[in-house]
């Protein structure tokens, strides 16, 4: 089993994200979106190559969650860890955001 650690980016694009869909959209909704974050990170912990790779760096790999956000993370092999890098709106340029 691997453990996953959020990097300080994933933490603030996450936070971004909620204060968004609470603005624009209802609570229900940000609690679903962080519903579904927390599934895809148990399967991470289970399975973290289950996910692709970026098609713009190997090194990475990527989840969407609900069709409308792309999470991406490494694996640190050698301390089973998933480290989740950052996470975007998936309608923005992602290759440039990695930069």
Do not use: C, W
Request: glycine share 2%.
């Amino acid at each position: 089993m691997y453990t996953v650690q959020a990097s300080t980016e994933f933490v603030a694009d996450f936070e971004q994200i909620i204060d968004d869909i609470l603005q624009n959209y209802t609570q229900a909704y940000a609690e679903k979106i962080a519903l579904m974050l927390d599934i895809q990170l148990e399967t991470l912990k289970q399975s973290p190559k289950i996910y692709t790779t970026a098609p713009f760096s190997k090194n990475y790999r990527r989840f969407i969650i609900d069709g409308k956000y792309t999470a991406f993370y490494k694996i640190d092999e050698q301390n089973h860890t998933v480290i989740l890098l950052n996470i975007f709106p998936s309608i923005r340029d992602l290759e440039v955001l990695l930069k």
